[in-house]
């Protein structure tokens, strides 16, 4: 599906990847993967980027799980981020530190684009969405996906986010259907 669609960066969110699963397993032909493993069951985040992309990874703190990448495309200096936050881990924490990372990056970087799964729901209106929403939009980021991205018998939620620094960036966005890959729809 990567080649098939010829994305540039593909990012994962609770890869599941843990050190004992050797990258060139997990090869996709003329891609180059980068990999933030947790070490134990769940979590963890990636990049599937195109080798003819020249990147760099971004440090960034571990407190929350997170990869930054940056690349300069066409003269426009782009990092890019995944985050994850596994259900149980406390939002509060989660939104202060994702926080501390923009400030930290934004001086950096003419566009930034940040995707994952917050185990938050988007749809609703509860304080955490509201908070996350908060926080975006004082950093000037626009959350730009507005369908639900899992969906069960009995829920539908939006809690994988697309956000971007400035929507000129954004030609169009999305949700796919990948019924079988992943019980998450893929966001674009």
Request: some cysteine; charged content about 20%.
């Amino acid at each position: 599906m990567v080649q098939k669609s010829k994305y540039d960066i593909v990012a994962l969110g609770e890869t599941w990847l843990t050190s004992s699963i050797d990258s060139s397993k997990l090869n996709i032909s003329n891609y180059v993967l980068v990999r933030k493993d947790r070490g134990s069951r769940a979590g963890g985040v990636a990049f599937y980027t195109n080798s003819k992309i020249r990147f760099e990874v971004i440090d960034s703190s571990d407190i929350i799980e997170q990869l930054w990448i940056s690349c300069i495309l066409e003269g426009v200096s782009i990092a890019t981020g995944v985050i994850y936050r596994q259900p149980s881990y406390s939002y509060s924490i989660f939104i202060n530190e994702l926080e501390s990372t923009l400030i930290e990056i934004i001086p950096y970087y003419d566009k930034i684009i940040l995707v994952g799964d917050i185990n938050i729901d988007m749809l609703s209106n509860s304080y955490a969405s509201s908070t996350f929403n908060n926080m975006l939009q004082s950093m000037g980021f626009s959350q730009i996906i507005d369908s639900p991205t899992r969906i069960t018998s009995c829920t539908a939620t939006l809690i994988d986010v697309v956000c971007a620094s400035d929507l000129d960036i954004v030609h169009s966005s999305g949700v796919l259907s990948v019924h079988g890959l992943s019980d998450h729809e893929l966001e674009y």
